[in-house]
Each structure stands twice: as structure tokens, then as C-alpha cells.
């Protein structure tokens, strides 16, 4: 098969015009080699961090030696057995070969070599793996994407053994096992291997790495580049409905380091997949800066990937957890060790941001590499400083014009918004255009699902998705967004989503105690404009920042919209009175309705409807503008769902029926706390009195809130003009508001 040099990106236009040649290299040459082993060698003892790392890795390292190599004929999923010691395996095998390099034991250089021979005696009569779920299926493992972790581990353990190898056995492990391998997981699957993904990347950077142990020109170009002759139609899609080729697509590691990562470090497919991608990208420039570093790999596209390291810090909550954005598993941190290789990568290869040392500080462990003896040594040195989140907006897209993600933070994460307006984010994504999730010191206030699966719990569908991810988690109403007419965004249609983004109106962090995003959706139900504006607020009147939200519709014709609110807590009191029925019922059969219980319902007892509720020792009130006309439902997840795959978590939907032009206005207010131990509560109700549309036009919005003292503020906002110039003059009730910009808050 024919491997095609592509001249599409800036920085290999000079190799492609001049034959690519590889030098002769020493060993190891990949992460580490003989000037860092020597530096390493050299301060051992004076590093208590370094000294910490490595003795917690020998220990590891030592108890698996112990126990002897096991190479299990594979039949599990994730989660099963044989999934877990051919993982196990690699992982331990990379950092005996380090081991091996630092202290000169040649017992963890016979560990490697064994077990690669066990390795290599299997693999060539080994079958696809007998599972055949995936889309690609591997033959170690259930994916072509776990053999790729296998080989990225694997080429790292290979390279810090290669000179204790004999030739004739690395002969043999090259070729029975290693070049078949890497041909495995390219040329015999193309839908996996060339394509813009998370797990193409992995791929890319398998056969790159073992390409560079080898000396491999080929595999080094296939790993850069791709595959020209794939064989693949137009338009295939895989098994979790992403689209694997279109026209004029572009391939292999490069491609991949250009498309998803926006100039700013976000990843299109959200933060949970950035962080598992992150090693793959950062491990193989490594490599490639340290066995070719005049192709720049790791400074590519103006250090997007040392950009993307301070993106995803800053997309995680005050406990260091990320934000579930599209399929995203809660409780993922940055303590996890993708992360630790970020950091300190990051820390060595950028600026030595000394903030960066405060979070490796918190992780508690480096890199037994150059990088992260040189974080070791900087913490040593009192070098670090805090690692304070301020408000941030990250756009999505290559060049950052798909949407975006904006955070805004008041005070030390006392309040966090988290705005989606990106795009669809591949196949991961999921199809809520401006939907939110919010928090306070790292605990959800109103959540956002995250996504249907229990990672490598085996009894929960082989720890894969579950199908749940698709009728439930990617669905509109599993958001806190707009769902009109019951229809998904875009009727979850990938093909038409992925082609469609949402666009920034304006991001205004500037001020402290006033910060606002806003952004606009005009493709997600033809014939219907979404502008939402969010705002966090702190206001001398108020104990707690609070949040203000502005969801302004305008509609062709008349829907039904609902907007939930999916809050976390126990329900502590309403202004309104529901019903509860005596058996639960499904709100709809389809879209995510079918999941949904209706555990309640009523009517506004006003032109204000407030719901309270309590969690973690904190009050927060729902404050809304309503009509006599909407309907008020308490939901509950759940439904149709016999497996029990689903957390039970509530939500309250506003209903509002044979609409066109609407605006829904809400204020989600903290407020108040209680302990278990004293038994105090303290300032349980909200201060709210009344939140009213005072205007309403196409030109304008101006909402008005009532303190319980009949303070009054206000917040204007210009529809149509975003600029920070732009100066407006409003009469309101005989009263003229002069404002200069987007927006008014007085």
C-alpha cells in the first residue's frame, strides 16, 4: 500500500520538497536518552519529590516481577481479566524500562525482554480478538484502540532495553512482533487509523513511536501522515456514529495535532477525552523533538499542545475535576497520570511556569524523565505558586471561529459558570447548543449529566458505553438547554450537527462582581434563534454572587419549548403547588423524554416561580419568570431503564405551550447553610422578591430584581449590537438608562 507524503501543514513543507532521512541514534532515544539518565543519575537523593516518585514505581514495579509475567489469551471487554493484565503489562513494562536506565538493575531489563517474548511467540498466530463490538477490533484487546495504548507503552519499554537486546532478538521482536503490530493497526484498519479522533491519535503515535525505536522511515511517515489508499467510502461512520471520511479529509498525527485543538488548547471533543489524549500527543512529540526535533512537532501550530495543558487546568472545578463537557465521566481530575505527564512536559518544554508547580505539588508524583526531575527540582527550590483560575473563554474549532466554551469564576471558584457554545465535538459530542452546568467550591449546584458508562466495570455492558449514552446523555433534554417541540438539537442528526456551531455574542470577564457570556444558535431547530445570556453577579444586596440567566427565543411559528433545570439536592420548599401522582409515568417515548419520570406537576401560583432546595450544607433558590400558562414538572431519571444504568438525579422543567417569541429569565441564587452537628440554619430563604421582564424587543431586553429590602437592579441587555463602543440610551417607565457597550447592570 502506498503511503502518501501530504504537504498540507506549514511546518513539514521543507521535508517535503527533500528526501526524509533519519540519523543513526543512540538508545534510549524516545523520553529519555543518555544526557537525561545521566542528570537523573546525577541528583538522586537531592530530589524528594523525584526520590518519592521513584521509590513508589520500584515498589510497583518489584511486587509485578514478583508475581511473574502473564500474557492471557484475550477474551475479555474492558474490565474482564485479560483486559486488565495485557493493561497492566504495559504499563508496568514502560516504567521498568526506566527503572532499568536509572539504576542500572538489569533484573527490570530482563523483565521487559521476557515478556516481550512471550509477547512476540503469541501474536503471530493470535486471531482478532473474539469480542466484536468495536467497530475495530484489536487482537490484544476488544479495540484497535487499547492495542494502540499497548504499543505507545510498549515502544517506550522496547527503547530502554534495545542495547541490552541481542540482535538476533530484536530481530525477532521487530519482525514477528512490533512491525506486524504497527501494520495491524494501520494498514489492516484504515477506519481506525485515518481518521481526525481521539482514537487515531493513539494510533498515530503507536506507529510513530515504535517506527522511531526501529529507525523506521515508513512507519514514521504513516505515523505523520497516514494512509493514502485507505479503501474507506465517503461517508463511513462507526459503531458510536461518528463519521470516519469526508471528502478532502486530512490524516494521521499532524492532521490530528491541527483539526480538533483550537488556537487557544480546546479540544473539540471536550475536556474528558483531551485528558486522554493529551499523553498520545504529548509522548510522541516528545519523542519526535528529541529523535527529530527540527520538524518542531511539539511546537506545532503556535505550542498548541503546551496551550492545551493550561486550557484543560482551567476546564476542571475547584477540586481539580473536570467539566463533564459531551461524554465526560465526573470525578476525572487532573491527579490522574496523563496529567501528570502534561504538566510537567508542559513545565519543562514552555515557559517554567512556576504556577504549574503547584499543581504538580497536589498530584504528588513526576515524571521519571528530564521533566519532571526539573518540577521536582523547582518545588525543591520554592519555585511554585498558586494556580488561581480566573474566568476564561476557549473557542472550539482549528481556527477558533466553531463556538466556544466560556468559564466564568467569581472569587476564589466561590461560583463557577460553565457555558457550552461549541461545536458538535465529533462523535463524543453531544447535542445541547447553550446549555450550562453550575457550581460552588467544586459541588454542583445544577449539573450537567456527563455521560451513560462505567468505565471497566465489566458487569456494566464490558465497561463500554452503555445505550443509555445515546436515548439518554447525548440527548437535548438531558441538558439544561432549550428542547422545543420534544426534538432533539439538530433531530441528533451527527451528519448535520458536526457541520454546525454555535456563535460567541460577546464574553465580558473584566469586571469582578459583573461577568457576562452570551452567544447565539440559529441552526438547532430551523426557523428558531436561541441568544442566552449568563451572568454571575455579586451584589451588595446579596450574600452570595448569584446567577442570572436570559434565554430570549425567536420563532417562525409557534412550539412547545421546555427548559429544565437539573439541580442536585433535596427539595426544600416551592411557591407553587404540584401534584404528585400515585404511579410514575414516562414524560414522552422518545429524545431522552422516555427516561425522564414525572414526579410532580403544577401551575405558577404567579409572575415569579420559586423552588429552593439544600445540598451539602447549602440553600440555593430557583427565581423565574413565568406566565399563568406554563407548566411546572418535577422529573426524576429513571424511566425505562430496568438495568438501573441511570442515576436517579431530579431536575424541574418550565413548560411553556403554542409559543413563538419567548424569553425565559431565571436566577439560580445560593444562599444560607446548614450543619448536621449544630443543627443551625441560617438563612434558608432567598432575597429575591421579584425578577420581572420589564422590556422586551428585538432591539432590547431589561430585567428587573427585587431585593426582599425593595432594592432594585437592573440588567439591560442590547440584542443586536455586541460592541464595546456601541453607546444606548433607554426610556423605561419614564426613566432614560445611558450605557456604553452590551450590556447594563445598575
Same mark, same amino acid.
Given at each position: 500500500?502506498?503511503?502518501?507524503?501530504?504537504?498540507?501543514?506549514?511546518?513539514?513543507?521543507?521535508?517535503?520538497?527533500?528526501?526524509?532521512?533519519?540519523?543513526?541514534?543512540?538508545?534510549?532515544?524516545?523520553?529519555?536518552?543518555?544526557?537525561?539518565?545521566?542528570?537523573?543519575?546525577?541528583?538522586?537523593?537531592?530530589?524528594?519529590?523525584?526520590?518519592?516518585?521513584?521509590?513508589?514505581?520500584?515498589?510497583?514495579?518489584?511486587?509485578?516481577?514478583?508475581?511473574?509475567?502473564?500474557?492471557?489469551?484475550?477474551?475479555?471487554?474492558?474490565?474482564?481479566?485479560?483486559?486488565?493484565?495485557?493493561?497492566?503489562?504495559?504499563?508496568?513494562?514502560?516504567?521498568?524500562?526506566?527503572?532499568?536506565?536509572?539504576?542500572?538493575?538489569?533484573?527490570?531489563?530482563?523483565?521487559?525482554?521476557?515478556?516481550?517474548?512471550?509477547?512476540?511467540?503469541?501474536?503471530?498466530?493470535?486471531?482478532?480478538?473474539?469480542?466484536?463490538?468495536?467497530?475495530?477490533?484489536?487482537?490484544?484487546?476488544?479495540?484497535?484502540?487499547?492495542?494502540?495504548?499497548?504499543?505507545?507503552?510498549?515502544?517506550?519499554?522496547?527503547?530502554?532495553?534495545?542495547?541490552?537486546?541481542?540482535?538476533?532478538?530484536?530481530?525477532?521482536?521487530?519482525?514477528?512482533?512490533?512491525?506486524?503490530?504497527?501494520?495491524?493497526?494501520?494498514?489492516?484498519?484504515?477506519?481506525?487509523?485515518?481518521?481526525?479522533?481521539?482514537?487515531?491519535?493513539?494510533?498515530?503515535?503507536?506507529?510513530?513511536?515504535?517506527?522511531?525505536?526501529?529507525?523506521?522511515?515508513?512507519?514514521?511517515?504513516?505515523?505523520?501522515?497516514?494512509?493514502?489508499?485507505?479503501?474507506?467510502?465517503?461517508?463511513?461512520?462507526?459503531?458510536?456514529?461518528?463519521?470516519?471520511?469526508?471528502?478532502?479529509?486530512?490524516?494521521?498525527?499532524?492532521?490530528?495535532?491541527?483539526?480538533?485543538?483550537?488556537?487557544?488548547?480546546?479540544?473539540?471533543?471536550?475536556?474528558?477525552?483531551?485528558?486522554?489524549?493529551?499523553?498520545?500527543?504529548?509522548?510522541?512529540?516528545?519523542?519526535?523533538?528529541?529523535?527529530?526535533?527540527?520538524?518542531?512537532?511539539?511546537?506545532?501550530?503556535?505550542?498548541?499542545?503546551?496551550?492545551?495543558?493550561?486550557?484543560?487546568?482551567?476546564?476542571?472545578?475547584?477540586?481539580?475535576?473536570?467539566?463533564?463537557?459531551?461524554?465526560?465521566?465526573?470525578?476525572?481530575?487532573?491527579?490522574?497520570?496523563?496529567?501528570?505527564?502534561?504538566?510537567?512536559?508542559?513545565?519543562?518544554?514552555?515557559?517554567?511556569?512556576?504556577?504549574?508547580?503547584?499543581?504538580?505539588?497536589?498530584?504528588?508524583?513526576?515524571?521519571?524523565?528530564?521533566?519532571?526531575?526539573?518540577?521536582?527540582?523547582?518545588?525543591?527550590?520554592?519555585?511554585?505558586?498558586?494556580?488561581?483560575?480566573?474566568?476564561?473563554?476557549?473557542?472550539?474549532?482549528?481556527?477558533?471561529?466553531?463556538?466556544?466554551?466560556?468559564?466564568?469564576?467569581?472569587?476564589?471558584?466561590?461560583?463557577?459558570?460553565?457555558?457550552?457554545?461549541?461545536?458538535?465535538?465529533?462523535?463524543?459530542?453531544?447535542?445541547?447548543?447553550?446549555?450550562?452546568?453550575?457550581?460552588?467550591?467544586?459541588?454542583?449546584?445544577?449539573?450537567?449529566?456527563?455521560?451513560?458508562?462505567?468505565?471497566?466495570?465489566?458487569?456494566?455492558?464490558?465497561?463500554?458505553?452503555?445505550?443509555?449514552?445515546?436515548?439518554?446523555?447525548?440527548?437535548?433534554?438531558?441538558?439544561?438547554?432549550?428542547?422545543?417541540?420534544?426534538?432533539?438539537?439538530?433531530?441528533?442528526?451527527?451528519?448535520?450537527?458536526?457541520?454546525?456551531?454555535? $456563535?460567541?455574542? %460577546?464574553?465580558? @470577564?473584566?469586571?469582578? +462582581?459583573?461577568?457576562? =457570556? !452570551? *452567544?447565539?444558535?440559529?441552526?438547532? &431547530?430551523?426557523?428558531?434563534?436561541?441568544?442566552?445570556?449568563?451572568?454571575?453577579?455579586? $451584589?451588595?444586596? %446579596?450574600?452570595? @454572587?448569584?446567577?442570572? +440567566?436570559?434565554?430570549? =427565543? !425567536? *420563532?417562525?411559528?409557534?412550539?412547545? &419549548?421546555?427548559?429544565?433545570?437539573?439541580?442536585?439536592?433535596?427539595?426544600?420548599?416551592?411557591?407553587?403547588?404540584?401534584?404528585?401522582?400515585?404511579?410514575?409515568?414516562?414524560?414522552?417515548?422518545?429524545?431522552?423524554?422516555?427516561?425522564? &419520570?414525572?414526579?410532580?406537576?403544577?401551575?405558577?401560583?404567579?409572575?415569579?416561580?420559586?423552588?429552593?432546595?439544600?445540598?451539602?450544607?447549602?440553600?440555593?433558590?430557583?427565581?423565574?419568570?413565568?406566565?399563568?400558562?406554563?407548566?411546572?414538572?418535577?422529573?426524576?431519571?429513571?424511566?425505562?431503564?430496568?438495568?438501573?444504568?441511570?442515576?436517579?438525579?431530579?431536575?424541574?422543567?418550565?413548560?411553556?405551550?403554542?409559543?413563538?417569541?419567548?424569553?425565559?429569565?431565571?436566577?439560580?441564587?445560593?444562599?444560607?447553610?446548614?450543619?448536621?452537628?449544630?443543627?443551625?440554619?441560617?438563612?434558608?430563604?432567598?432575597?429575591?422578591?421579584?425578577?420581572?421582564?420589564?422590556?422586551?424587543?428585538?432591539?432590547?431586553?431589561?430585567?428587573?430584581?427585587?431585593?426582599?429590602?425593595?432594592?432594585?437592579?437592573?440588567?439591560?441587555?442590547?440584542?443586536?449590537?455586541?460592541?464595546?463602543?456601541?453607546?444606548?440610551?433607554?426610556?423605561?417607565?419614564?426613566?432614560?438608562?445611558?450605557?456604553?457597550?452590551?450590556?447594563?447592570?445598575?
Amino acid at each position: 500500500m502506498h503511503i502518501k507524503k501530504i504537504p498540507a501543514l506549514m511546518l513539514m513543507t521543507a521535508l517535503c520538497s527533500s528526501p526524509f532521512t533519519l540519523k543513526a541514534q543512540d538508545h534510549p532515544s524516545l523520553i529519555l536518552n543518555k544526557n537525561s539518565v545521566e542528570k537523573i543519575r546525577n541528583n538522586l537523593g537531592e530530589t524528594p519529590l523525584f526520590d518519592a516518585t521513584l521509590q513508589r514505581v520500584k515498589q510497583e514495579v518489584d511486587a509485578e516481577i514478583a508475581m511473574g509475567i502473564d500474557t492471557p489469551i484475550p477474551k475479555d471487554f474492558s474490565g474482564g481479566y485479560t483486559h486488565y493484565r495485557h493493561k497492566q503489562n504495559f504499563i508496568i513494562a514502560q516504567k521498568a524500562g526506566v527503572l532499568y536506565q536509572i539504576l542500572q538493575d538489569e533484573k527490570y531489563a530482563i523483565y521487559i525482554r521476557d515478556m516481550l517474548m512471550q509477547y512476540e511467540a503469541m501474536y503471530k498466530n493470535l486471531p482478532l480478538h473474539p469480542q466484536e463490538r468495536s467497530y475495530s477490533r484489536g487482537k490484544l484487546f476488544w479495540q484497535c484502540l487499547n492495542d494502540s495504548n499497548w504499543l505507545v507503552y510498549m515502544s517506550q519499554a522496547y527503547d530502554t532495553i534495545y542495547n541490552f537486546l541481542s540482535e538476533q532478538e530484536r530481530n525477532k521482536l521487530e519482525n514477528n512482533l512490533f512491525r506486524p503490530f504497527a501494520d495491524f493497526i494501520s494498514l489492516e484498519n484504515p477506519a481506525f487509523y485515518n481518521r481526525v479522533h481521539n482514537h487515531s491519535t493513539w494510533g498515530n503515535a503507536a506507529v510513530g513511536m515504535i517506527g522511531l525505536v526501529m529507525n523506521d522511515e515508513e512507519l514514521i511517515q504513516r505515523a505523520l501522515y497516514g494512509i493514502e489508499d485507505d479503501g474507506l467510502p465517503l461517508g463511513s461512520y462507526d459503531n458510536d456514529g461518528g463519521i470516519i471520511k469526508v471528502e478532502g479529509q486530512r490524516k494521521g498525527f499532524l492532521a490530528n495535532l491541527e483539526e480538533p485543538f483550537s488556537p487557544d488548547g480546546y479540544y473539540t471533543e471536550g475536556p474528558y477525552y483531551q485528558r486522554y489524549a493529551m499523553y498520545p500527543f504529548l509522548i510522541f512529540a516528545l519523542a519526535m523533538e528529541n529523535a527529530r526535533p527540527d520538524l518542531k512537532v511539539l511546537q506545532h501550530k503556535d505550542n498548541v499542545l503546551l496551550k492545551a495543558v493550561d486550557a484543560l487546568l482551567n476546564l476542571s472545578d475547584a477540586d481539580g475535576e473536570f467539566f463533564p463537557l459531551n461524554d465526560g465521566q465526573k470525578g476525572m481530575s487532573y491527579y490522574t497520570a496523563s496529567l501528570v505527564t502534561a504538566v510537567n512536559i508542559a513545565y519543562h518544554y514552555g515557559e517554567q511556569n512556576p504556577k504549574l508547580l503547584s499543581i504538580a505539588q497536589k498530584q504528588n508524583q513526576v515524571l521519571l524523565d528530564e521533566s519532571g526531575l526539573d518540577v521536582a527540582i523547582g518545588i525543591r527550590e520554592g519555585k511554585a505558586k498558586p494556580y488561581t483560575k480566573k474566568s476564561v473563554n476557549l473557542t472550539d474549532g482549528i481556527n477558533g471561529k466553531q463556538g466556544g466554551v466560556g468559564v466564568l469564576r467569581y472569587g476564589n471558584e466561590d461560583l463557577t459558570l460553565v457555558f457550552k457554545y461549541a461545536a458538535q465535538g465529533l462523535s463524543h459530542g453531544h447535542y445541547d447548543k447553550l446549555s450550562y452546568s453550575l457550581y460552588e467550591k467544586g459541588d454542583e449546584i445544577i449539573q450537567d449529566y456527563g455521560l451513560a458508562r462505567f468505565v471497566n466495570i465489566g458487569q456494566k455492558g464490558g465497561g463500554n458505553y452503555l445505550k443509555e449514552n445515546k436515548t439518554w446523555a447525548k440527548t437535548t433534554i438531558a441538558h439544561n438547554t432549550l428542547s422545543q417541540d420534544g426534538e432533539m438539537h439538530f433531530k441528533g442528526k451527527y451528519s448535520v450537527a458536526s457541520t454546525k456551531h454555535s $456563535d460567541l455574542y %460577546f464574553f465580558d @470577564a473584566d469586571k469582578e +462582581d459583573v461577568q457576562v =457570556v !452570551s *452567544a447565539t444558535e440559529a441552526a438547532a &431547530y430551523p426557523g428558531t434563534e436561541m441568544h442566552r445570556t449568563m451572568a454571575l453577579i455579586k $451584589d451588595e444586596h %446579596f450574600e452570595k @454572587a448569584f446567577m442570572l +440567566d436570559i434565554m430570549k =427565543v !425567536s *420563532a417562525d411559528k409557534k412550539h412547545d &419549548y421546555d427548559f429544565p433545570f437539573y439541580y442536585m439536592g433535596q427539595v426544600i420548599d416551592g411557591n407553587f403547588k404540584w401534584e404528585s401522582p400515585k404511579s410514575l409515568s414516562p414524560l414522552g417515548n422518545k429524545n431522552g423524554y422516555q427516561h425522564l &419520570y414525572l414526579e410532580g406537576k403544577g401551575k405558577p401560583a404567579g409572575a415569579n416561580t420559586q423552588f429552593s432546595w439544600l445540598h451539602e450544607g447549602k440553600f440555593y433558590t430557583l427565581t423565574s419568570a413565568t406566565t399563568q400558562a406554563d407548566e411546572l414538572l418535577l422529573t426524576r431519571i429513571g424511566a425505562n431503564d430496568p438495568q438501573f444504568n441511570l442515576r436517579r438525579d431530579a431536575g424541574i422543567v418550565i413548560r411553556r405551550k403554542d409559543t413563538a417569541d419567548t424569553t425565559f429569565v431565571s436566577i439560580i441564587e445560593p444562599h444560607g447553610s446548614y450543619s448536621p452537628v449544630s443543627e443551625a440554619s441560617l438563612n434558608s430563604s432567598s432575597n429575591i422578591k421579584e425578577v420581572s421582564v420589564e422590556l422586551d424587543t428585538a432591539q432590547y431586553t431589561a430585567v428587573k430584581i427585587v431585593d426582599l429590602d425593595d432594592n432594585e437592579q437592573w440588567f439591560i441587555l442590547a440584542n443586536k449590537n455586541a460592541s464595546n463602543t456601541a453607546k444606548h440610551s433607554l426610556t423605561i417607565n419614564k426613566k432614560t438608562y445611558r450605557w456604553v457597550g452590551p450590556y447594563l447592570y445598575q
